[in-house]
């Protein structure tokens, strides 16, 4: 995997580690300084600017405490300076799907869009490469 | 408006003028080239590569004809070469959200990402600026 795609990843895998444990520092360091962040919580209108954004994930977090979300099956695509990562969130036994869009900022790739919305019937899981000693 | 705004909200436009019209041909036309594009249809899992993405059209035109879907409060942020709009979608008097993601690619600026799902609660539509002359 190409160097940025790895950190792409890395990056998202920090952004449900900083919602899993309900870190708000954490969360708002992900997420780009340089323009108006937004983000669209399942069942939520879009919510535009880091005040709303980070108030609804401290809303999230003194209502039910920190969601037990865990992020599955991440891909990162990139397109020069912006990359979009696809990746379930397996949340209380149901499945979402994700957007996050990460642009370059600094040393690194901050948050710049997050969507997640309800999945009504999930794919069937790929059939992992086939490996000669299973035949056996 | 930035003229490249104005353009990324145009090919916007054409993508629900696309949808609403079934347009297969001119919705095949408004993606992305040089890489797969990835699609998630409200309820759906996540699409992946132009042949699934257009087959997943192609069903939803065939299946209930195309959706009367209208785009609304399409706003767009751009980050270099990339641009992510934010937009409500009203269809059979349902409002949806949604993410598109476009690049710039040729002369324009092609969709390589489309995230749409439900609203459970629609935001109050914020006000208009205030005009002087609705006050006296």
Chains 1, 2 share one sequence.
């Not at 995997?1 to 792409?8: I, L, R």
């Not at 708002?28 to 939520?44: K, M, N, Q, S």
């Not at 919510?47 to 609804?56: C, F, K, P, Y």
């Not at 397109?79 to 379930?88: D, H, M, R």
């Amino acid at each position: 995997m190409a160097p940025d795609e790895t950190q792409v990843l890395a990056v998202n895998q920090a952004f449900y580690d900083a919602v899993v444990t309900g870190n708000i520092e954490a969360l708002d360091a992900l997420w780009v300084e340089r323009a108006d962040v937004t983000c669209i919580h399942p069942g939520w209108d879009a919510l535009i600017g880091r005040d709303e954004v980070m108030a609804s994930f401290r809303a999230i977090f003194s209502g039910g405490g920190a969601p037990r979300i865990q992020c599955v099956d991440a891909t990162a695509r990139l397109f020069g300076e912006t990359a979009i990562v696809v990746c379930g969130e397996v949340l209380d036994g149901t499945y979402l799907i994700a957007t996050n869009v990460f642009v370059r900022e600094g040393a690194g790739w901050r948050l710049c869009h997050h969507q997640a919305g309800p999945v009504s019937v999930r794919r069937r899981t790929p059939t992992p490469p086939s490996d000669p000693g299973m035949l056996n």
